[in-house]
């Protein structure tokens, strides 16, 4: 049975970092896309990253680029989100999603699992 588990998430200062992890079981991980989401309190889910089967391609919502990176070891079968600079407006559950597609972009309708997620809270 394909599962996703997030976690890292907790309340952190406008500034700080914190690394999301993504563990992954049940499924050939290496052949699938990872995206992260999170949606807000009132907002609709949004695709903040992906990146590919292999890892050599990723892709950024602009308004975290220069600030998150996404990374994953397929040996351990996790996806990482790095999230460094964070502002308030980062506050949200952030999911992870799997897709067969391997190239996958950040569209939800793209993906056929998810994750429970995980609260990141940036607040002073």
């Known amino acids: 049975q394909l599962q996703l588990v997030e976690s890292g998430g907790g309340l952190v200062q406008p500034g700080g970092s914190l690394r999301l992890s993504c563990a992954a079981s049940g499924f050939t991980f290496h052949s699938y896309a990872i995206a992260w989401f999170r949606q807000a309190p009132g907002k609709e889910r949004e695709g903040v990253s992906c990146?590919?089967?292999?890892?050599?391609?990723?892709t950024y919502v602009d308004s975290v680029k220069g600030r998150f990176t996404s990374s994953r070891d397929n040996a351990k079968n996790t996806v990482y989100l790095q999230m460094n600079s964070l502002k308030p407006e980062d506050t949200a559950v952030y999911y992870c999603?799997?897709?067969?597609?391997?190239?996958?972009?950040?569209?939800?309708?793209?993906?056929?699992?998810w994750g429970q997620g995980t609260q990141v809270t940036v607040s002073s």
């Open positions: 990146i590919n089967s292999s890892g050599g391609s990723t």
């Open positions: 999603a799997a897709s067969r597609s391997g190239t996958a972009g950040r569209g939800s309708w793209e993906y056929d699992s």
